[in-house]
């Protein structure tokens, strides 16, 4: 079945560094998902790639959706500690949506 | 406010017990989605719905059961047969068909212990 991988695992920073979470599917995906959680909270939605090579941009945050449509990264410039939480990538393929396992940011002030 | 509401927030159980979480939406989303959460995994999908009166299994629908009798509500029973119950359960709604397009709503959750 689709597997959908995300790495690294762990991510620590100190406040002000950058940082990038790779996700990695298996299959072609029509579109990729990315979502925040904060620690015992709730994944909210992000954004939505959906076009090959698709590079989108949400203030420090930058998208992007590879070009055989089988990987995305999500990039962080200048971290704060607000940015805190596990990013999950979300692939969607026949119809079906498979989470990766997520990257969980701290933010060392 | 439009959204998803669980309940109960958190909850205990016995070994043996079954045990139905809520799930209530009024954003008149027509896809709803139930996934298990455990520490340091993804999200796994449970059940989905994508209209009234019809609902699929997920990739772990062992121990569990669902149903959609109305647009709104979702409820998930976890029954005595689920050998692992505890972890954090997740309701989600889209409005988009097919299952993989849209933005996923997901509820605050819902903790589970069986003691």
């Known amino acids: 079945g689709q597997q959908v991988m995300q790495i690294p695992q762990y991510q620590h920073v100190q406040e002000g560094e950058d940082f990038t979470t790779y996700c990695n599917s298996s299959?072609?995906?029509?579109?990729i998902q990315w979502y925040k959680q904060r620690p015992g909270g709730h994944p909210v939605f992000l954004i939505q790639?959906?076009?090959?090579?698709e590079v989108k941009k949400q203030k420090r945050l930058t998208f992007q959706f590879g070009e055989a449509k089988k990987n995305s990264s999500l990039h962080i410039t200048a971290t704060q500690t607000t940015d805190v939480g596990t990013y999950f990538c979300?692939?969607?393929?026949?119809?079906?949506?498979?989470f990766g396992k997520g990257t969980l940011l701290t933010v060392n002030p | 406010d439009g959204g998803i509401t669980q309940s109960p927030k958190y909850l205990f159980r016995k070994e043996g017990q079954n045990v139905t979480l809520s799930c209530e939406q009024n954003?008149?989303?027509?896809?709803m989605y139930w996934y298990r959460q455990d520490p340091g995994q993804g999200l796994r999908l449970i059940y989905y719905?994508?209209?009234?009166?019809?609902?699929q299994k997920g990739d772990i629908a062992e121990g569990y059961s669902v149903s959609r009798e109305k647009k709104e509500s979702f409820p998930l029973t976890v029954t005595s047969a689920q050998k692992n119950p505890t972890a954090f359960y997740l309701c989600?709604?889209?409005?988009?068909?097919?299952?993989?397009?849209?933005?996923?709503?997901f509820g605050e959750g819902s903790r589970l212990t069986v003691l």
């Open positions: 954003l008149n989303h027509d896809a």
């Open positions: 719905s994508q209209i009234v009166n019809d609902f």
């Open positions: 299959t072609t995906l029509s579109n």
């Open positions: 989600a709604s889209s409005m988009g068909l097919p299952l993989s397009t849209g933005e996923l709503f």
């Open positions: 790639l959906v076009k090959s090579g």
């Open positions: 979300s692939g969607g393929s026949n119809y079906k949506l498979t």
